[in-house]
């Protein structure tokens, strides 16, 4: 069974902060992998997507990839009251159909 | 992106009844997806819908329960059969060029 883990929160971070947000996943023929900020009541949004270990940078957003540990993580600089959302990692199934398993999601609220 | 909607936005149905809901895309794509996000929970895959061919399902989920239609590419259909309370669920259609998938905004359905 392919899993993505993520902690379900909430993480709590003043207004300013970094917040750090994790994912591991099972699948080592995983090779993309993205990150979808859900707000109450909304559909996901692509925000992040990352393909080789390291880190990729994207406005106040920071992607991080270790494959060999089978991690992602994500960091939000500078946080802002409307980055209050939950936050779903997504990993692909390692296969060649663009398939997408989802982490459980991690809810940031980030207090003014 | 592509400009991808959902008719209905949401629905109260009773038990024993079916509901289809629609993916509209402004453009054509290659890939088209069919989630369930059940209250509190991640997004599940329930299918990849096929241009011209029968959509593939994942494990879980079956053809008779949640028949898809994708007549073309810009549009897929996706139905709901013999509801009960658990199909309670936002379900959401989402499309990738490849990699990254964008999705609608989704169908909340109530079965009462």
Redesign the interface.
């Known amino acids: 069974q392919k899993e993505v883990e993520q902690n379900s929160g909430p993480l709590s971070v003043p207004e300013g902060a970094i917040a750090s947000l994790n994912c591991t996943y099972s699948d080592r023929g995983s090779q993309s992998f993205f990150w979808y900020r859900q707000y109450s009541g909304k559909s996901p949004e692509l925000i992040m997507s990352i393909y080789s270990n390291g880190d990729k940078e994207d406005g106040r957003f920071t992607a991080q990839l270790n494959k060999a540990s089978q991690y992602v993580s994500l960091l939000i600089r500078d946080s802002q009251p409307s980055d209050s959302a939950t936050y779903l990692c997504a990993v692909n199934m390692g296969d060649s159909s663009y398939k997408l398993i989802f982490g459980s999601g991690t809810r940031l609220l980030v207090r003014p | 992106s592509a400009v991808i909607s959902q008719k209905p936005s949401r629905d109260i149905c009773q038990r024993g009844t079916s509901l289809t809901i629609q993916c509209q895309v402004d453009s054509q794509v290659t890939?088209m997806?069919w989630y369930r996000q059940q209250p509190g929970?991640?997004?599940?895959?329930i299918a990849?819908a096929n241009q011209g061919s029968e959509a593939?399902y994942?494990s879980g989920f079956v053809i008779d329960k949640f028949p898809i239609s994708r007549p073309n590419l810009t549009f897929s259909t996706l139905t709901v059969s013999n509801m009960s309370p658990e199909d309670s669920s936002?379900y959401?259609c989402s499309v990738?060029p490849?990699?990254?998938?964008?999705?609608?905004?989704?169908t909340r359905l109530t079965v009462l």
């Open positions: 890939m997806f929970q991640s997004l599940t895959l990849t593939t994942e936002i959401l990738g490849g990699n990254e998938q964008f999705f609608g905004p989704g």
